[in-house]
């Protein structure tokens, strides 16, 4: 793909001018140029520029139709108080049950596979209570090394809580000495030699700090092809690829929706679970009343039957005012389709790194590794950086410059140009910086 592109700006803007997902922009905010300290000059000047946005796998750009949302269920509250459980204009009492559908679209499941509800860690602990059951001989939870601290901290728990030691219990996966991502073979034969002590394999679908997406169905065919339950944290995977949870028989998921799904600071999470498993009335559920069979509900007996569905999971009456921005987001992408984000995608992507790739220092250096897969079907958006030198300093500098990605110590950059909402020419101008910093 790389052969087609061009570094001149113009071809930046031809390929903006071609792309069909363009409009798509404009239902987004875009933040001005980040005010903090460091950056104070830039906000005390009259007229400020949007920043260059290129943090989507952190925290997703918000919709101009979710003020309008949430207002709308607040309006509710005051003119109908409880009432509008049931006479509101999206009655609360189903509010999570139209999200499915395009939630389920979204993962690759059926709708009764997919819920919505709590926030991710939570998710992934309640999945655990449910799938991590061990015993003497198969204890051990799989997880790559490099995980989200989260995810680590949650299968170490979850292991001491069965009376099993972490350091015993927890694998955790390393790539070859002197690589930065997993190879899929690697991680097949681990299973094929250790599988039968492993209870569960949660790894994340694409890893946090490198952007690799690991090959799903493959890792899942191995694992459980020895006994394994698996289950995949989908963090950085969900709305950023595409996704066959159900054809991929995927054990259990879970997500959150304020990355690549655009649902605000600390969204109502999503969750996955697998038919065969949802309809088992035997797997032992951690039980609240919203799981319990609508029908019988609010007959308010002592005796739980679980939801036969991913919404058996559920504990509490969801939180109308955070699902009301996931209701907005989840519009967006159907009507956009991850077919057509994906392509964009992957374009959008490579373009950033034939960029990228031309980039040296006066004596013909590469300062800037991409430690991302190369090939497009190992990764999503996200390209990580591994910065050779001052890679802080080169951090504060593009800030000052008006770009907002991230920072992983000890020398790691993620930029992530998410399909939605950035344009070429934003990639293309980011590269201008970068290359601008390194030739200085
Ligand atoms: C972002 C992220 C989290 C965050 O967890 P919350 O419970 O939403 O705070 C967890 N795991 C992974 C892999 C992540 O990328």
Known sequence: MN????????????????????????????????????TGVAGARAVQTDALYLCGNSLGLQPKATRDAVIAELDDWASMGVQAHHLGRNPW?????????????????????????NSLTVNLHLLMASFYRPTAKRHKIVIEDDAFPSDSYAVASQAAWH???????????????????????????????????????????????????????????????????????????????????????????????????NSGPGAVAGAYVHERHARNQAITRLAGWWGNDPATRFEMGPGFQ???????????????LSLAPV?????????????????KSQKLTAYLEFLLDRITNGGGRHLVQIITPRDSKARGCQLSLAVAERAREVHAELEREGVVCDFRAPNVIRVAPTPLYNTYHEVWRFAQIVDRMFRN
């Open 3 to 38: 052969g087609a592109f061009s570094p001149e700006e113009s071809f930046a803007r031809a390929l903006d001018n071609a792309d069909p997902l363009r409009p798509y922009r404009d239902l987004f905010w875009l933040p001005r140029r980040p005010l903090s300290p460091a």
């Open 93 to 117: 009492l189903y509010y999570h049950e139209p999200l499915r559908e395009p939630m389920a679209r979204l993962v690759g499941a059926l709708p009764h596979e997919v819920v919505a509800m």
């Open 163 to 261: 009376g099993y030691d972490p350091a015993t219990s927890i694998v955790r996966l390393k790539p070859r000495s002197g690589e930065d991502t997993l190879r899929t073979q690697d991680i097949l034969d681990f299973f094929d030699r250790e599988g039968e002590t492993v209870a569960l394999t949660l790894m994340s679908g694409v890893n946090y700090l490198t952007g690799e997406w690991f090959d799903m169905p493959a890792i899942t065919a191995a694992a459980q092809n020895k006994g394994c339950i698996v289950g995949w944290d989908l963090a950085h995977a969900a709305g950023n690829v595409p996704l066959r949870l159900h054809d991929w028989n995927v054990d259990f998921a879970a997500w959150c929706t304020y990355k690549y799904l």
């Open 306 to 320: 679980a939801r036969p569905s991913a919404d058996g999971w559920q504990l509490s009456n969801p939180p109308i």
């Open 327 to 343: 209701r907005v987001s989840l519009e967006i992408f159907d009507r956009a389709g991850m077919t057509a984000l994906r392509e």
